[in-house]
């Protein structure tokens, strides 16, 4: 199976392994920066905790103001261009947060940041897309998440460490693994635009199209504005663990800095061992079945944590959801990418990157705000919020799929062509 696996690995298009790794790198910054920034935020920089949310938004925030003006910028001057400067952008803004001081200029670098971050993540999606067959996207979507957690692994771990010597030293480790990423795609990554699947008429139609509506598709798109408003409800719930956590557990005296991070980890674990083994047995589901089973999973999470900020209990909470987004995490990008037109897919990828950034906003904003209130009302909140958002979240994505599936000889060609070009 290993050696498969290996040479499996070796056909693959450089582009779409590139991606994967640069998906490794920032889920190592993501893990060196997210558990740990309500810890510094709350004892080093001495911001009160109904106000750390507001910081994570100025970090979303930057990605929203940035999404309608650059969303689709790797539609009209490549892919490759993008990722350079995204990659090297969000680094230089983490490495920043080491040397800051004072609410007001974190703002701002978060702000900054999150505007170089808008494009990152849907250009990878794109990249990815474009030398690989639509047939293939669900399981390449799911490498993508893989290789996610595998960098959440150890960007937690290292911020562990990091965080015994100061909470400040994470942002070191997790803006020099992005630059490092900027740097390797500088030099190793080719352009894909156009790559086996727009046809001329297809990228000048891209090209004649300018300004906020041809940006955000969801503006146009019915089908996918209704797919992302329950995107962003049931992820915003779903943030509340990895915001709120962090705090319920140091506030009960049951993990330490370090000890979050830790459980962290081990969430990311459980995504790089299982993503793979789920997305088999379960391909063959629908996609109501599958958000179903994601929602019922959160609320179980949310009814342990209601019920006890014990160890096993917060094992157990971070567990399941972990389950959740194995379930539902590669249906997204890849229902997006089916309503995509093949000239607009970055900009298709942008719009469904606002839905994540919405998550990144609202639900630290939210969650904190309410354990503010109430150290248990997230979880007696999100379960009722979760039921709905499962329920219409899997009907829409079931339409989207829906129309566009392409026949076994459409797909063949198109990979056969990128994988010609990048052996």
């Known amino acids: 199976m290993i050696n498969t696996l290996l040479s499996s690995f070796r056909a693959a298009p450089r582009p779409a392994l590139l991606g994967l790794l640069l998906f490794f790198c920032a889920g190592f910054a993501d893990g060196a920066l997210v558990p740990f920034f309500p810890l510094w935020a709350s004892s080093e920089a001495g911001i009160p905790v109904g106000a750390i949310g507001l910081l994570f938004g100025c ?20 892919r490759r261009p993008v990722l350079i400067a995204s990659s090297l952008g969000v680094g230089a803004g983490f490495l920043a947060l080491f040397f800051v001081h004072g609410v007001a200029v974190t703002a701002i670098v978060l702000l900054l940041t999150g505007m170089c971050e808008s494009v990152l993540h849907p250009t990878i999606l794109t990249v990815i897309a474009d030398v690989t067959s639509p047939s293939t996207h669900p399981r390449w979507f799911s490498l993508a998440r893989v290789s996610s957690s595998a960098g959440q692994i150890l960007g937690p771990a290292c911020g562990a460490l990091l965080a015994l010597m100061s909470l400040r030293s994470v942002f070191l480790a997790g803006g020099a693994m992005l630059v490092l990423g900027g740097i390797v795609m500088l030099f190793a990554l080719n352009e894909t635009i156009g790559v086996g699947h727009a046809t001329g008429d297809d990228r000048h139609d891209g090209e004649d199209e300018e300004g906020l509506s041809a940006l955000l598709p969801a503006f146009r798109d019915g089908r996918l504005a209704k797919l992302l408003l329950w995107v962003v409800l049931f992820e915003v719930a779903g943030n509340w663990i990895e915001a709120v956590i962090p705090l319920y557990a140091q506030d009960a005296g049951t993990l330490t800095p370090s000890g979050v991070g830790a459980l962290f980890a081990y969430a990311a674990a459980l995504t790089v061992g299982l993503q793979m083994l789920v997305s088999r047995m379960v391909e063959a589901r629908p996609a109501l079945w599958l958000t179903v089973g994601a929602g019922l999973a959160t609320i179980l999470a949310f009814a342990l944590l209601a019920a006890s900020p014990a160890m096993l209990t ?17 249906l997204v990008p890849t229902a997006v990418n089916a309503l995509a037109p093949p000239a607009r897919r970055a900009s298709y990828m942008a ?8 998550k990144d906003s609202l639900g630290p904003s939210i969650g904190t705000a309410l354990y503010a209130l109430a150290p248990r009302l997230p979880w007696i909140a999100g379960i009722p919020l979760v039921a709905i958002a499962s329920l219409g979240l899997g009907a829409a994505i079931g339409r989207a799929r829906r129309p566009s599936r392409p026949t076994e000889d459409d797909a063949t060609p198109q990979l056969g062509s990128a994988v010609e070009n990048y052996r």
């Open 59 to 78: 970090y979303a925030g930057g990605e929203l103001l940035a999404a309608p003006l650059i969303g689709g910028i790797a539609d009209r001057i490549g």
């Open 314 to 330: 917060l094992i157990g909470a971070v567990s399941l959801c972990s389950i959740a987004q194995m379930l539902v995490g590669p």
């Open 351 to 358: 719009a469904s990157s606002v839905a994540v950034d919405l």
